[in-house]
């Protein structure tokens, strides 16, 4: 079993808030890895560490072999990792082809001169980046949409729509924000499934969310966060009777 | 694909009729102003790629058109005679990028070859433009509006308070810019038919250029850019390198506007630096809906055809600010767009039922 991301004592301060505290952990290539823990733990602090967006005080983060740390968000991307956003951010006045065509920029190549030239080269690329945008709406079921315009759907298809874009960048590792919320119990259920396809095809995982019965229905292992600070990494079973990790969600017994 | 270039062929048959309509009305006269035209819409085409497609402001814009005609201009102007022999000039006139000419007293020039003169200029906005473009693409929305707008100003100021450059008369007695052997951009009479193709010509293979661009890879990463940036980061654009590349490229399409009209009109004056011009630029891009190079294009064909035969009187600069104004109250979209019609009926419908109701 390789490990495809390992952050080792990690560090974030806003101001007076340690929003992430010394947390290391590693995520296994081709697993489901969950990441939960209750509101303003430091959850989507740790994701946006890891995927660039801000830029950790102190720590080191490995993926496949890089070190990410401090990277812009476009350099970890092309590294192979993709994510989406908790508020779904589909780029608007775009067709679902189009945002789903989107993903495939760092694996295609153009810049300004050729894509103002036209050359015959960027005409197959154009036709390759077609095709496999085809290839991920058909994954997902989303070929009927193809030339709507993303932002016109509704909540679940615009879900299946980011997570489309963020699959047609063929990831190593995808990170999902919430992708359950704002989901009733069928589409949860559906998403489960559909985390655990996506997971087959050699993707791995990791996610945050706050609907635990699809956490430990999908989940391979669990990292739970209190303020911060790492308080449990285990298999579910595990975690779900951790003292520590039942005292945070439902208080201490003697309270 | 082949939709694109039957627009673009449809567009070149209506610049031909266009022709041969003042032809035969015998009013060859306009094909003056619509020469102009062409120049100023090939800064407005490339303004609207900047700020339709990918969503950045700038109101600098003819800063970079000024930069270039006034490089031009002074450089096919200034005599170097006397300073045949310092070693730069040497250097300059061995390479073959100085040309000797007679002045109107039938004195000797020794100036820039035009051709030199023009990748000079050319580069010198490229350059200007990346360096202001780094930090100032940092800024978002109004911000950005004014630090380029800042940018006008300056450029204004200077050229209106340099000597050298002509303070407030600028540069006259530019010459003709000979493209190719036989076809010399110039305002002298003989050639106004063919200097009329070849602004429009130069136009139509701008737009090709920006329509490829539009639809390429790079295109759809500019509209991502305009819709979300941090989305579009996230799907491994490098958004701040892409804006400034647009950046870049939107102040080349304004510098060559500018140099190639400066040699079409034999001068150039402060004026055509003025924020004023930068506004007019943007309420083209505006009413032409922001997202369409054709819709820019036809807008700035009309609007500074007429404003160029004088048809708004002094009131030119205002009408410019007042379309600005109506189209970001009533039409945020731009005039060119099937939506109109719709857009207008229910409006009449609207008032209408209004009337019925009192």
């Given at each position: 079993?390789?490990t ?10 806003f ?7 010394e947390?290391?952990?590693?995520v296994?290539a ?13 959850k989507?602090?740790?994701f ?21 740390q401090?990277?812009r968000?476009?350099?970890?991307a ?6 989406t956003f ?10 679902v082809?189009?945002?789903?065509m989107i993903?495939?920029?760092?694996h295609?190549r153009?810049g300004?001169v ?7 080269h960027?005409?197959s ?20 949409l193809?030339d ?15 997570l489309?874009?963020?699959l047609?960048c063929?990831p ?7 992708p359950a ?19 087959d ?6 996610i ?9 229905d999908?989940s391979?292992?669990?990292l739970v966060l209190?303020?911060g600070k790492?308080?449990a990494d ?5 975690v779900?009777?951790?003292?520590e990790v ?5 208080g201490?017994?003697?309270? | 694909m082949?939709?694109?270039f ?19 009305t ?7 102003q619509?020469?102009m035209?062409a120049?100023?819409s ?6 609207c790629m900047l ?9 600098g814009h003819?800063?970079?058109f000024?930069i ?27 390479f073959?990028l100085?040309?000797?000419?007679k002045?109107?007293y039938?004195?000797?020039l ?5 051709w ?8 010198t906005?490229?350059?200007?433009a ?6 100032v693409?940092?800024l ?6 004014m ?6 100003i300056?450029?204004y100021?200077i ?18 810019f ?30 090709t250029?920006l329509?490829n ?5 790079v ?9 979300a ?9 490098p958004?701040?390198?892409?804006k ?20 079409y ?11 004023m011009?930068s ?5 083209i891009?505006?009413i032409?809906g922001?997202?369409?190079i ?16 004088g ?11 007042v379309?600005l104004?109506?189209i970001?109250l009533f ?12 857009d ?15």
């Amino acid at each position: 079993m390789t490990t495809l991301l390992s952050v080792v004592n990690l560090s974030k301060r806003f101001g007076g808030l340690q929003a992430v505290n010394e947390v290391s952990f590693t995520v296994t290539a081709g697993s489901i890895k969950a990441l939960i823990g209750p509101n303003g733990a430091g959850k989507t602090t740790l994701f946006n560490l890891i995927s660039g967006v801000i830029s950790p005080d102190s720590g080191v983060i490995n993926f496949s072999d890089h070190q990410v740390q401090g990277l812009r968000p476009h350099q970890v991307a092309s590294k192979g990792m993709a994510r989406t956003f908790q508020h779904i951010r589909l780029f608007p006045k775009m067709s679902v082809l189009e945002n789903i065509m989107i993903g495939r920029h760092i694996h295609s190549r153009a810049g300004f001169v050729a894509g103002m030239l036209s050359i015959p080269h960027t005409w197959s690329e154009e036709k390759k980046i077609r095709e496999k945008a085809h290839e991920i709406m058909a994954f997902l079921d989303l070929e009927s949409l193809a030339d709507v315009e993303a932002t016109s759907l509704s909540y679940g298809q615009q879900r299946n729509v980011e997570l489309g874009r963020a699959l047609a960048c063929e990831p190593k590792l995808l990170l999902l924000d919430e992708p359950a919320a704002g989901l009733n119990m069928s589409e949860t259920t559906e998403l489960g499934a559909l985390i655990s396809r996506i997971r087959d095809t050699g993707i791995t995982v990791l996610i945050v969310e706050h609907d635990m019965g699809l956490v430990m229905d999908i989940s391979d292992e669990i990292l739970v966060l209190s303020y911060g600070k790492k308080i449990a990494d285990d298999v579910p079973l595990a975690v779900q009777s951790n003292s520590e990790v039942i005292n945070v969600y439902l208080g201490e017994d003697d309270a | 694909m082949s939709s694109k270039f039957l627009q673009i062929f449809g567009f070149a048959v209506a610049i031909i009729a266009i022709q041969i309509f003042t032809q035969i009305t015998d009013s060859a006269f306009h094909l003056t102003q619509l020469t102009m035209t062409a120049y100023y819409s090939l800064l407005v085409i490339g303004l609207c790629m900047l700020i339709g497609y990918a969503g950045q402001i700038s109101l600098g814009h003819a800063g970079f058109f000024a930069i270039g005609g006034y490089i031009s201009a002074f450089l096919t102007t200034h005599n170097l005679t006397a300073m045949k022999g310092k070693p730069f000039i040497a250097l300059c006139s061995k390479f073959g990028l100085l040309v000797g000419r007679k002045d109107l007293y039938g004195g000797d020039l020794l100036v820039f070859h035009p051709w030199a003169a023009c990748i000079i200029a050319v580069c010198t906005v490229l350059i200007v433009a990346y360096v202001i473009g780094g930090p100032v693409l940092k800024l978002k929305g109004h911000y950005l509006a004014m630090a380029t707008l800042g940018f006008g100003i300056i450029i204004y100021r200077i050229v209106l308070g340099t000597s050298g450059l002509g303070a407030a008369d600028g540069i006259s007695g530019v010459p003709g810019f000979t493209l190719l052997p036989g076809v010399t951009i110039s305002g002298s009479g003989s050639g106004k038919i063919l200097n009329y193709y070849v602004a429009w010509g130069i136009l139509i293979t701008g737009m090709t250029l920006l329509l490829n661009l539009i639809s390429s890879r790079v295109g759809r990463a500019l509209s991502a850019i305009h819709g979300a940036e941090d989305a579009a980061e996230a799907m491994g654009i490098p958004t701040a390198n892409y804006k400034l590349k647009v950046f870049v490229l939107s102040a080349g399409f304004a510098a060559v506007a500018g140099i190639l009209l400066t040699h079409y009109n034999g001068s150039i004056g402060p004026s055509e630096a003025s924020v004023m011009k930068s506004v007019r630029y943007v309420a083209i891009v505006a009413i032409g809906g922001m997202t369409s190079i054709w819709g820019a294009v036809s807008m700035s064909l009309i609007l500074n055809y007429f404003s160029l035969r004088g048809s708004f009187g002094t009131y030119d600069d205002a009408v410019f600010g007042v379309i600005l104004i109506l189209i970001m109250l009533f039409a945020p979209d731009g005039l060119i767009r099937a939506q109109v019609l719709v857009d207008l009926k229910s409006f009449f419908k609207r008032i209408t039922s209004k009337e019925a109701a009192l």
